[in-house]
């Protein structure tokens, strides 16, 4: 067993972004004020909940169809992929993926968004899967649309995809976003620019994997996870490392 094997990798803490950044608005009333206390963890929260296949539905990673009623959703079609990995880059079995996202429009179905696109009433813009023995996820959906939102004077997000990944117990759980490759709005947002790395910020855009696309059907999108060490993917909720 090498080196590499035996021991973990330094996080590197220099890629994750001040909790205040005045550029992203909302960060101004959310960032603490205080030196953060760490509480110590139940025994619950590090031993479960776990996931199976057996919660998970046919239809959970096609975001396609896991909520058409009366035809598919409007939208460009994608197929999304990608490995869940560790700080050695071996693919993570078993590992529980959840995603969500706006619809083709940029808008999501949730109460709370009052943009003006329409909701799609054959998109629900949420599903999950779990990676298989090589650590190998993928699911099919439509590509979401950029939306304003109010942070400053005609701020766009770019078209992004949230994740989550749930270790082995409910505390394990990491979030992200990805982006598309070649979107002119990603270097235009504040949450991005907000990460003093750009090589950290660029792991979170998806690259186009023309090899993997669907003949006369749909483009694919490549997003590995990479869950610690110097390649590890920047983790919204985890700005200290994981």
Not at 5 to 14: A, I, K, M, T
Not at 116 to 144: M, Q, S, V, W
Not at 201 to 222: N, T
Request: charged share 20%; proline share 8%; with cysteine.
């Amino acid at each position: 067993m090498s080196q590499a094997d035996s021991e973990f990798l330094q996080r590197d803490r220099s890629i994750h972004p001040p909790a205040f950044t005045p550029d992203y608005k909302t960060s101004v009333l959310r960032s603490p004020r205080r030196a953060m206390l760490s509480l110590q963890s139940s025994l619950s929260e590090v031993t479960g909940p776990t996931f199976g296949h057996s919660e998970l539905g046919p239809l959970d990673n096609d975001l396609i169809l896991n909520y058409a009623r009366e035809g598919e959703p409007i939208g460009e079609r994608i197929f999304v992929h990608g490995h869940v990995r560790d700080e050695n880059g071996r693919g993570i079995p078993h590992t529980l993926v959840e995603f969500w996202q706006a619809n083709a429009g940029g808008r999501y179905r949730h109460r709370n968004d009052r943009y003006l696109a329409p909701i799609d009433p054959n998109f629900g813009g949420c599903g999950r899967t779990i990676t298989d023995e090589n650590g190998f996820y993928y699911f099919r959906t439509i590509k979401p649309g950029p939306y304003p939102w109010r942070n400053f004077l005609n701020s766009w997000r770019p078209a992004h995809i949230h994740f989550s990944v749930f270790g082995t117990g409910f505390a394990q759980r990491l979030i992200t976003q990805m982006y598309f490759e070649g979107d002119p709005l990603i270097w235009r947002d504040p949450m991005v620019l907000g990460i003093p790395d750009r090589s950290a910020a660029e792991r979170l855009i998806a690259p186009l994997d023309l090899g993997a696309a669907v003949p006369l059907d749909m483009l694919a999108y490549k997003f590995d996870i990479v869950l610690r060490g110097r390649q590890q993917t920047l983790f919204e909720n985890k700005l200290q490392g994981n």
